[in-house]
Antibody, heavy 119, light 106 residues
Framework: QEQLVESGGGVVQPGKSLTLSCKTSGFVFRRSGVHWVRQAPGKGLEWVAVISSDGSTSHYAESVQGRFTISRDESKSTVFLRMDRVNSDDTAVYYC?????????????WGHGTTVIVS | TVMTQFPATLSVSPGESATLSCRASQRIDTNLAWYQQTPGQAPRLLIYGASNRATGIPARFSGSGFGTEFTLLINNLQSEDVAVYYCQQYHTWPPVTFGGGTKVEI
């Protein structure tokens, strides 16, 4: 079945960098866009970034624009989120999610999340 | 586009119905999805296109609405339906935006 598994979370100091990974399986990776969505402790969902199926297009939330970079490795069926110059507002559970067939902006299948603590 | 959900919390008896509302700050046609997040779990897609159930979602979940006003109806509430429900617009992007969530409790 379709699966996404996040990793790479942990404790990071303010101003430092961290890279999250989203390993996918069970679907045709090259046909799927992938999103990152985060959830601060006790808060709601915030969309962070998305990369298109061919990697040619990416979009970012204003809160992370210029600090975060999304990328993908077709050979590993994995999407990455590099987080630079992190601050306390970046503390959250980070989920990756694949898009729905035919609709880039619907998050059809989600991973279990990885926790980032900036401290 | 700002998404507003109400009520913030909804208490429903087992077997009863729950009606959740979501309002968009501007017209979004039917470009609306609903997600369910049970305690300690990742979100799950329930409804897309305002009224289409995602694969594997029970028929007791139904969505409706167009433009700026949307509703998620949960019939015959079960204990496993205890969760926070989020609406998300994808009419205007980026960014896509979520509502603040409605917590459904028994």
């Amino acid at each position: 079945q379709e699966q996404l598994v996040e990793s790479g979370g942990g404790v990071v100091q303010p101003g430092k960098s961290l890279t999250l990974s989203c390993k996918t399986s069970g679907f045709v990776f090259r046909r799927s866009g992938v999103h990152w969505v985060r959830q601060a402790p006790g808060k709601g969902l915030e969309w962070v970034a998305v990369i298109s199926s061919d990697g040619s297009t990416s979009h970012y939330a204003e809160s992370v624009q210029g600090r975060f970079t999304i990328s993908r490795d077709e050979s590993k069926s994995t999407v990455f989120l590099r987080m630079d110059r992190v601050n306390s507002d970046d503390t959250a559970v980070y989920y990756c999610a694949k898009d729905a067939p035919g609709d880039f902006w619907i998050m059809a299948v989600w991973g279990h999340g990885t926790t980032v603590i900036v401290s | 586009t700002v998404m507003t959900q109400f009520p913030a919390t909804l208490s429903v008896s087992p077997g009863e119905s729950a009606t959740l509302s979501c309002r968009a700050s501007q017209r979004i046609d039917t470009n609306l999805a609903w997600y369910q997040q049970t305690p300690g779990q990742a979100p799950r897609l329930l409804i897309y296109g305002a009224s289409n159930r995602a694969t594997g979602i029970p028929a007791r979940f139904s969505g409706s609405g167009f433009g700026t006003e949307f509703t998620l109806l949960i019939n015959n509430l079960q204990s496993e339906d205890v969760a926070v429900y989020y609406c998300q617009q994808y009419h205007t992007w980026p960014p896509v935006t979520f509502g603040g969530g409605t917590k459904v409790e028994i």
